[in-house]
């Protein structure tokens, strides 16, 4: 095997290993993956429970919104990744059919 194909590899299995996070339960998913969505959002209502219990104004009531904050930023980025692209292969085809439908 090459040096050349040793280096694709190796940088294929780190930026696979990059792109995954770890979840509550202590495993690593991918980035952007249901479950990870899905931890996200239960990370988030948690916080907010405990961030609705402090004092208004008080200093850890803060630390909880900016923590709040941080993890919805990444929900925003995780449903990004985790959005369906469409496939420009099929879009030719489904314009078609549209224009079908509408000479019909």
């Known amino acids: 095997?090459?040096?050349k194909d040793l280096r694709?590899?190796?940088r294929a299995l780190i930026e696979a290993r990059i792109r995954e996070t770890d979840i509550t339960d202590g495993s690593r998913v991918p980035f952007g993956s249901p479950e990870h969505v899905s931890d996200l959002g239960m990370r988030?209502?948690?916080l907010e429970r405990w961030r609705d219990r402090q004092r208004r104004g008080?200093?850890?009531?803060?630390n909880y919104a900016r923590i709040i904050t941080a993890l919805k930023r990444e929900l925003r980025s995780a449903n990004r990744v985790n959005e369906p692209k469409?496939?420009?292969l099929l879009a030719p085809a489904a314009d078609e059919m549209l224009e079908a439908d509408e000479d019909a």
Request: charged share 35%; glycine share 6%.
């Open 8 to 10: 694709g590899i190796v």
């Open 44 to 46: 988030i209502s948690d």
């Open 58 to 62: 008080s200093e850890a009531r803060a």
């Open 86 to 88: 469409p496939d420009p």
């Open 1 to 3: 095997m090459e040096d």
